[in-house]
C-alpha cells in the first residue's frame, strides 16, 4: 500500500489567491513526521514545513500552512497569497518512528501552475 | 540552511561506461547520507541509505553492484553506476541528513545530477 498518496496530478491557481494541495497517509505508527518539500524545475528539493504527529497545532511558516487532521490520515498544504514563484512540483513526505525515523517516503507530487 | 553539493550536474556517457556521482555536504558533517532516484514526473524512490565508515543499506530492488555507494567521510558519500545502460537514465539526487534517530532531523538536498546514457 501507497504511504503517501497525492490525487492531484496538477493544480492551477490564480495569482493572489490560496491554494490547498491534498495529502493522505497510511501509517500503524503512533509517531510520525509529515513533511512537505518544493521542488522547482532546477530540481532542487526545498523543504517548506514539518508536522509532527502529536503536534496539536497546525504547522504554519509564512504562506505555508498544514492542515493536519488526524483522524482522516490527511496532511493537506495550503499556500495562501498565491506568487508566480510558487509554481513548481510539491511532494508530501513522512518519516516514521518504528522504521528509525530514518526514511523519507514520498508522495508522486502535485505540479502547482500560478497563472497570472 | 546548511548546503549540499552535487557534481557534475549532469553528465552523458556511452552505454557501458561507469560515472561516479559526488555529494558533499559544504558546512555539515551529515551522519547520514540517502540517494534517491527520480523519474520524469515521478516522485524520489529511495535507492540507499548510507553512513560514514559503513556499508550502504540498499532499498529491495536496488543492485548493489550495479550502484555502488561509498561514504568516506562525514562529508562526502559517491554513488558509482558500473557498466551504465540506457534505462540507467534518471535524475539521481543525494541527501544529507544531521542526527539519528529524531523524527525532525532535518534532511537537506542536493540540485540533482542528471544523467543519460546513450
Known amino acids: 500500500a501507497q504511504k503517501i498518496t497525492q490525487t492531484q496530478p496538477g493544480m492551477f491557481v490564480q495569482e493572489k489567491e490560496a491554494v490547498t494541495l491534498d495529502c493522505t497517509y497510511d501509517?500503524?505508527?503512533?509517531?510520525?513526521?509529515l513533511f512537505w518539500y518544493k521542488q522547482p524545475s532546477s530540481g532542487e528539493m526545498i523543504f517548506l514545513i514539518y508536522?509532527?504527529?502529536?503536534?496539536?497545532q497546525n504547522a504554519t511558516e509564512g504562506r505555508y500552512s498544514l492542515n493536519f487532521q488526524k483522524a482522516r490520515k490527511s496532511a493537506n498544504l495550503v499556500i495562501s497569497a498565491s506568487q508566480l514563484g510558487d509554481s513548481a512540483m510539491y511532494f508530501c513526505?513522512?518519516?516514521?518512528?518504528?522504521?528509525?525515523?530514518?526514511?523519507?517516503?514520498f508522495g508522486t507530487g502535485t505540479r502547482l501552475t500560478v497563472i497570472p | 540552511g546548511a548546503v549540499v553539493s552535487q557534481h557534475p550536474s549532469w553528465v552523458i556517457c556511452k552505454s557501458g561506461t561507469s560515472v561516479k556521482i559526488e555529494c558533499r555536504s559544504l558546512?555539515?558533517?551529515?551522519?547520514?547520507m540517502f540517494w534517491y532516484r527520480q523519474f520524469p514526473k515521478q516522485s524520489l524512490m529511495l535507492m540507499a541509505t548510507?553512513?560514514?565508515?559503513?556499508?550502504?543499506?540498499?532499498e529491495q530492488g536496488v543492485e548493489k553492484d550495479k550502484f555502488l555507494i561509498n561514504h568516506a567521510s562525514l562529508t562526502l558519500s559517491t554513488l558509482t553506476v558500473t557498466s551504465a545502460h540506457p534505462e540507467d537514465s534518471s535524475f539521481y539526487i543525494c541527501?544529507?541528513?544531521?542526527?539519528?534517530?529524531?523524527?525532525?532531523?532535518?534532511?537537506?538536498f542536493g540540485p540533482g545530477t542528471r544523467l543519460t546514457v546513450l
Open positions: 508536522q509532527g504527529s502529536y503536534d496539536e
Open positions: 558546512d555539515f558533517q551529515a551522519t547520514t
Open positions: 513526505a513522512m518519516r516514521e518512528r518504528q522504521r528509525g525515523a530514518n526514511n523519507l517516503f
Open positions: 541527501s544529507a541528513r544531521v542526527g539519528s534517530g529524531g523524527l525532525y532531523n532535518e534532511q537537506f
Open positions: 501509517t500503524s505508527d503512533q509517531s510520525y513526521g
Open positions: 548510507s553512513n560514514e565508515g559503513s556499508k550502504a543499506t540498499y
